[in-house]
């Protein structure tokens, strides 16, 4: 059973458009949600997230956690060809370990 | 399915010794796997990919004879650090490929080198 679950897992979209990606994830031992992007190597950190209704703004990202229903959302306003990625969500546990637990991505493609 | 796993989830040891940490594909075969390091503010570096059967091939900066993959089946890969030192404590994340696109993430191992 996947324990963080990311929808949808691909979107192929228009230069211009705005893109909602979700993320939900379980709540046991939460501590942070973090966002990345991966284009050709490593996953490039976007945001981390630990308080609920807090946006968290970057360019035309933006980002929320809801830790009343345990989801996140990543908003790409304006998007351009250059947003075409795999956006990673991942949850990070308490304790001791504080793992990594990722979702399976969204494949974002965005046409001219 | 697409899970990956990796043993220990956590390790702690001294100066001097070596560890290996597994990773896993437990229900598809991984044909590349990719090693990562976590460093401060969350960012991700590429150490390595490795492919069944062949070298794993290191990216720039890592240490080869430090950090040994060994890529022996389409399951699995390993990764040692050798003569661990504290510089070296860090979160280690692998990933596996079964085609081209997309990698599954494992939920990382902590090593604390003291």
């Known amino acids: 059973e996947d324990k963080v679950v990311q929808s949808p897992l691909s979107l192929v979209v228009h230069e211009g458009d705005t893109v909602t990606l979700n993320c939900s994830y379980e709540v046991t031992n939460f501590r942070s949600l973090l966002w990345y992007k991966q284009e050709k190597k490593a996953p490039t950190f976007l945001f981390m997230l630990t308080s609920s209704g807090i946006e968290k703004k970057s360019g035309r990202l933006s980002s929320i956690l809801d830790k009343k229903e345990l989801f996140s959302i990543l908003n790409i306003t304006a998007t351009q060809t250059g947003d075409s990625a795999v956006y990673l969500c991942?949850?990070?546990?308490?304790?001791?370990?504080?793992?990594?637990?990722f979702g399976k991505g969204t494949k974002l493609s965005v046409k001219p | 399915g697409a899970v990956v796993s990796q043993h220990p989830s956590r390790v702690i040891c001294k100066s001097g010794t070596s560890v290996k940490i597994e990773c896993r594909s437990l229900d598809f075969q991984a044909t590349t796997m990719f090693w990562y390091r976590q460093f401060p503010k969350q960012s991700l570096m590429l150490m390595a990919t490795s492919n069944e059967g062949s070298k794993a091939t290191y990216e720039q900066g890592v240490e080869k004879d430090k950090f040994l993959i060994n890529h022996a089946s389409l399951t699995l890969s390993t990764l040692t650090v050798t003569s661990a030192h504290p510089e070296d404590s860090s979160f280690y994340i692998c990933s596996a490929s079964r085609d081209t696109d997309t990698q599954y993430f494992g939920p990382g191992t902590r090593l604390t080198v003291l």
């Open positions: 991942a949850e990070r546990r308490g304790g001791s370990q504080g793992n990594l637990i």
